[in-house]
């Protein structure tokens, strides 16, 4: 079956720094792809859609210049946390739209911002 | 605007015993909606859909527009049903990954 990765499955960075996560599509193409955070014991919200080849498309209250979204090819997006804060803590979980009603999750990416 | 809402944070029952899941949701369009499912450890992953009106695992969920609902259920629940389950609604169109997540419901089936 279709798989997605990210990297890194967790990363611990200091507050002000910039971190990179990126979500690949293994074994198939994806024009779409889609990012949420999710908080501890509640439930994935939806961040922003990743188009190859354009912009992407922020959620309201999601800010653009906080969370920058580059989907480069069809198989790799990538969210760059900019400037990370403490309250950037998270779980972000990037999915690939496979078609047919069909979409994958990445295992996930656990963020801390110290 | 849209919302998804799984009542039940925990759900338990025993091996062999019916289970259901509820959700209800709020949308002013036509609603697609989707159960996934998390097993420990595992990352998340597609359960069913209503529009594929299919029966996975021994799941099924029948959409209610009237009482705007999508329960999940199965008959016999069996321990390695254990996961937490999120239920979903696509409010992307033709994009399915747009989706709106409840806030999950932790199942266990006891032995």
């Known amino acids: 079956g279709a798989v997605v990765s990210q990297h890194p499955s967790r990363v611990i960075c200091k507050s002000g720094t910039s971190v990179k996560i990126e979500c690949r599509s293994l074994?198939?193409?994806?024009?779409?792809m889609f990012w949420y955070r999710q908080f501890p014991k509640q439930s994935l919200m939806l961040m922003a859609t990743s188009n190859e080849g354009s912009k992407a498309t922020y959620e309201q209250g999601v800010e653009k210049d906080k969370f920058l979204i580059n989907h480069a090819s069809l198989t790799l997006s990538t969210l760059t946390v900019t400037s990370a804060h403490p309250e950037d803590s998270s779980f972000y979980i990037c999915s690939a739209d496979g078609g047919l009603e069909t979409q994958y999750f990445g295992p996930g990416t656990r963020l801390l911002v110290l | 605007a849209q919302r998804v809402t799984q009542p039940e944070k925990l759900l338990s029952v025993f091996k062999g015993a019916p289970v259901e899941l509820k959700c209800n949701y709020s949308?002013?369009?036509?609603?697609?909606l989707f159960w996934y499912v998390q097993y420990s450890r595992q990352r998340l992953q597609l359960l069913l859909r209503h529009i594929s009106r299919e029966s996975i695992k021994g799941f099924t969920a029948d959409l209610n527009k009237g009482e705007t609902s999508f329960h999940l259920k199965k008959p016999f629940a069996q321990e390695e049903d254990s996961a937490m389950y999120y239920c979903a609604l696509n409010t992307g169109g033709t994009s399915y990954g747009k989706l709106t997540f409840g806030q999950g419901t932790i199942l266990t089936v006891h032995p």
């Open positions: 949308y002013s369009g036509s609603p697609e």
């Open positions: 074994d198939f193409q994806a024009t779409t």
